[in-house]
Nanobody, 111 residues
Framework: QAQLVESGGGLVQAGGSLRLSCATSGITFKINTMGWYRQAPGKQREFVAIITSGGGTTYADSAKGRFTISRDNGKNTVYLQMNSLKPEDTAVYYC?????WGQGTQVTVSS
């Protein structure tokens, strides 16, 4: 059964860092483009970053220069390193592979 499980969320002060992880199972990880999305309270879900099977990356403007997406094909895991966090980064962060979504992990940034 295909599954994505996010972890690493939490409460952090503005300016701090967090690293999110998404462990996958039941998919051919190395050929999948993997992505991160987020949804803040009262807002629509929005794109954060993707990484292709070849390692190419694309970021939302809000993430450029602060977030880094990476993947470890040996561990079937994708990461999102988030630095210089801002209160507006507060959201539930979701890992995505094609049409498969994880359950999300909460990130809260206090001012």
């Amino acid at each position: 059964q295909a599954q994505l499980v996010e972890s690493g969320g939490g409460l952090v002060q503005a300016g701090g860092s967090l690293r999110l992880s998404c462990a996958t199972s039941g998919i051919t990880f190395k050929i999948n483009t993997m992505g991160w999305y987020r949804q803040a309270p009262g807002k629509q879900r929005e794109f954060v970053a993707i990484i292709t099977s070849g390692g190419g990356t694309t970021y939302a403007d809000s993430a450029k220069g602060r977030f880094t997406i990476s993947r470890d094909n040996g561990k079937n895991t994708v990461y999102l390193q988030m630095n210089s966090l801002k209160p507006e980064d507060t959201a539930v962060y979701y890992c995505v592979a094609g049409t498969l979504w994880g359950q999300g992990t909460q990130v809260t940034v206090s001012s």
